[in-house]
């Protein structure tokens, strides 16, 4: 699904490197954590792959299926069915959450040649995909994540996703912000999205929140690089030794 | 050549093109208007209060032609229930007017001099007047004196429907001036719209009484076409618990100075002028706004949103004036550009003058380019950087739009707004 070669990235304005040849393959319905400490990259990654402008790709590779991510403008990468769940989701005052959805969705159709969806057709769906993460309609109503809780923005990302049906997303620090209960609701809402033809690369400091949405591989991030790859129990180890006894073990 | 002997050149020569219509009920106030003017002479690029916007297009004796602008979109308001009055380059059109009644409404003509209107005797040209201090606004002054056309309506009661001002410019040289007098008697209400660009150069005046617990919205759209010109001005006197709301919007037009000059008189008064505009290329556009507190517990509002883009100017000049005694003034005022490109500039002056010790005012002024990181965010979920990008555009404006209390008036702004967006993509 999604393959990372010898990425590497660094700053445009200034000579910072930031990734330092980051290797990665996340196969089709596979659930991937990133974890690392602070200034590792995790974000950069993510930013990168989904085409954030501000950064110098200087050697590698990054495709979705066959597709060349790093070739294209960012909303060519979402028509190709990549999704990044936003750390901070962008308020924009003045333009309905409808609206933006509705713009999206159809976007992303027209891009792949398909039909655009109807009105009506795309009240429905909308309403009932709201209705399993709990937003209201004035939530819908209202401008894009104006006036949002931080758990309520976190839950209008899942709808995006929901609504956008990608293949692969990114979800950069999802958990930041939440309160357990809004922790529960937004993986709830990612596993309801699990399936075969869908992969997810989730970026997260702490394990807490792969207890909710189980990885089937947990990568440790540390400078630039990917330091240490395996199963589930790594997520564990850090959380209970944090990430001296890696760094150390790998340096 | 001094600057005065150069102001009086100007005038006299616009003067010496003109003729005072023959007014009736309205001669003194006109033949006042004209001593004024020679007194004032029109403004030139020396003074103060144009000191971003050049003038002498608005003053030279000629209107400078402008082509004509044809496009196919269905006239604004064109499906809102509403009595329309038509004006082509300031020439009545009866045919294409409705009848001129409407319950609760007295509607009359300027042009109609052998009719004496003794309600609006009482305002023409006096608001105005009054509108010159402290600040001198000749090509008011001369709007008073040489207006040969406009519309007089008396509000008595709640209005049914709003009425329409059509302004339609079919002469690439017209040049017209016509002065509006609206008066609302207590309680009554009425919603007045404007559309159209009206001629090559427009010189108007509308003069606006309201009185107690009375309320006039105000939404005005000044047409597309690139190469007109106008200066407009609007003076209202707001009484005790009235309300007074304007919105203005500016696509195009190579010079446009909307100036609104508005005394809260009675206690717990509302007033909000808001305009958003949209400029492209070879275009000036400037706000000026004096709002005077004379009263207790008033509250004005002032929101300007810009988007300039290819060599556009925006110029905002906004005042607020809480006299002594004006106690729990609340005072707000915004305006802010979008600037789209580097080429593009906005030059701002706001200022506060207040002899009351307990007020709120605020002001604020910020000229930003697109916001990288929701620009991202758009295209992120698929939306490509075009449509974002007006989107965006769309969300700069809505403060200045919101200010429209209408939903139905408010949105068919907002799709007229994201239609000549999305045209201007291609």
């Not at chain 2, 032609?65 to 009545?92: Q, S, T």
């Not at chain 2, 008066?183 to 719209?193: E, I």
Request: hydrophobic share 40%; net charge negative; glycine share 8%.
């Amino acid at each position: 699904m999604l393959k990372i070669e010898n990425l590497h990235v660094k700053l445009e304005d200034e000579e910072k490197q930031i990734l330092k040849g980051v290797n990665l393959e996340v196969g089709a319905g596979q659930v991937h954590a990133i974890m690392g400490p602070n200034g590792s990259g995790k974000s950069t990654l993510s930013y990168v792959l989904s085409g954030r402008e501000g950064y110098e790709v200087t050697d590698g590779e990054a495709h979705l299926g066959d597709v060349d991510l790093l070739d294209i403008e960012p909303e060519e990468r979402a028509a190709a069915g990549l999704f990044l769940a936003f750390q901070y989701p962008v308020e924009i005052p003045g333009v309905g959450n409808m609206t933006f959805l509705r713009t999206a969705v159809n976007a992303q159709r027209k891009a792949r040649g398909e039909e655009e969806m109807s009105a009506a057709e795309f009240l429905k769906v909308v309403r009932a995909k709201a209705r399993t993460l709990k937003i209201d309609s004035d939530m819908l109503k209202r401008p894009v994540n104006v006036g949002f809780s931080g758990g309520e923005k976190k839950r209008n990302e899942i709808l995006q996703m929901a609504m956008l049906e990608p293949k692969m997303c990114i979800l950069d620090e999802t958990d930041s912000g939440l309160d357990v209960d809004a922790m529960k609701l937004v993986s709830e809402g990612v596993n309801a999205l699990r399936s075969e033809g869908r992969s997810f690369l989730v970026i997260t400091h702490y394990q807490r929140l792969l207890d909710h949405i189980k990885p089937d591989v947990v990568h440790i991030m540390a400078n630039g690089r990917i330091i240490k790859s395996g199963g589930p129990e790594l997520a564990l180890e850090v959380e209970q030794n944090g990430y001296a006894d890696i760094l150390a073990e790998v340096s | 050549m001094s600057a005065v002997a150069e102001t009086m050149n100007v005038t006299d020569e616009r003067l010496a093109g003109l003729t005072l219509p023959a007014g009736g009920w309205s001669d003194a106030a006109r033949k006042d208007a004209l001593s004024r003017v020679q007194m004032m002479g029109l403004p030139s690029r020396r003074d103060e209060y144009w000191k971003f916007t050049r003038p002498d297009t608005l003053t030279q004796a000629f209107a400078v032609p402008a082509a004509l602008f044809h496009n196919d979109e269905a006239a604004l308001f064109d499906d809102v229930e509403r009595l329309k009055i038509v004006f082509v380059d300031g020439v009545f059109d009866a045919d294409a007017s409705d009848d001129l009644s409407l319950e609760g409404v007295n509607i009359e003509r300027l042009a109609s001099a052998d009719t004496d209107i003794h309600w609006a005797r009482d305002i023409y040209g006096v608001l105005e007047t009054n509108g010159q201090k402290p600040v001198e606004r000749p090509l008011a002054a001369l709007n008073t004196a040489f207006a040969t056309d406009g519309v007089l309506i008396h509000v008595t009661g709640a209005a049914s429907k709003p009425i329409n001002m059509i302004y339609l410019h079919n002469s690439e040289t017209s040049d017209v001036m016509l002065h509006n007098v609206i008066k609302l008697d207590a309680g009554a209400s009425l919603t007045v719209l404007e559309t159209g660009p009206a001629a090559a150069r427009l010189n108007m005046v509308t003069e606006v009484e309201v009185a107690d617990t009375a309320a006039l919205h105000h939404i005005r759209a000044q047409g597309r076409d690139h190469e007109c010109r106008a200066a407009t001005h609007i003076f209202a006197r707001l009484g005790t618990e009235s309300v007074f709301k304007s919105f203005t919007l500016t696509a195009n037009g190579v010079m446009t100075r909307n100036e609104c000059v508005l005394e809260l008189t009675g206690d717990d008064a509302k007033a909000t002028v808001g305009g958003a505009c949209v400029g492209d290329g070879d275009f000036h556009h400037d706000d000026t706004v004096f709002i005077t507190h004379d009263a207790e517990n008033c509250e004005s509002r002032q929101v300007f949103k810009k988007v300039l883009r290819n060599g556009a100017t925006g110029v905002f000049q906004g005042k607020i004036l809480v006299k002594a005694g004006a106690q729990k003034t609340d005072g707000y005022q915004i305006s802010q550009s979008l600037l789209l490109d580097g080429d593009s500039q906005f030059l701002a002056k706001p200022e506060l003058e207040i002899y009351a010790d307990d007020v709120i005012c605020s002001h604020g002024s910020t000229s930003g380019a697109i916001d990288e990181t929701a620009l991202f965010y758009l295209q992120s979920r698929g939306i490509s950087k075009p449509v974002a990008t007006d989107l965006l555009t769309l969300s700069f404006l809505a403060e200045a739009v919101d200010e429209i209390e209408d939903e139905t008036l408010r949105e068919q702004i907002n799709q007229r707004m994201a239609s000549w967006l999305e045209r201007r993509r291609g």
